[in-house]
């Protein structure tokens, strides 16, 4: 069975940083597309970034310059290290793997971190304060 499992999560002051992992299982990692998304109750569900297979990464304009997507391909984990953090960071974020045929993870907002294509983890949550 896929499985997703995030960790990391958890409290920082504004300015702090904090490392979330992702280590998964069930499928093939290393030709998959890994991703990042986070939600806030009551907003939709947002893409923060996302790494392809040969590497290449992409960011939501709100965390260009202080947040960096990698992944390790013998560990089978995914990482969001996320620097100089604002309160607007806090929020439930999840892991999310795709398979290379369905193509690249987009913007677009989702109602809720879910859907039928990508295989998602439960979320962990991070809470910047001031």
């Known amino acids: 069975a896929v499985q997703l499992v995030e960790s990391g999560g958890g409290s920082a002051q504004a300015g702090g940083s904090l490392r979330l992992s992702c280590t998964a299982s069930g499928f093939t990692f290393a030709d998959s597309d890994m991703a990042w998304y986070r939600q806030v109750p009551g907003n939709e569900c947002e893409l923060v970034s996302r790494?392809?297979?040969?590497?290449?990464?992409v960011y939501a304009d709100s965390v260009k310059g202080r947040f960096t997507i990698s992944r390790d391909k013998i560990l089978n984990t995914a990482y969001l290290q996320m620097d100089n953090l604002k309160e607007e960071d806090t929020a439930e974020y999840y892991c999310?793997?795709?398979?290379?045929?369905?193509?690249?993870?987009?913007?677009?907002?989702?109602?809720?971190?879910?859907?039928?294509?990508?295989?998602w983890g439960k979320g962990t949550q991070v809470t910047v304060s001031s």
């Open positions: 790494i392809s297979d040969d590497g290449s990464q």
């Open positions: 999310v793997a795709r398979s290379t045929k369905f193509g690249a993870f987009g913007f677009s907002r989702l109602r809720f971190c879910e859907d039928e294509i990508n295989y």
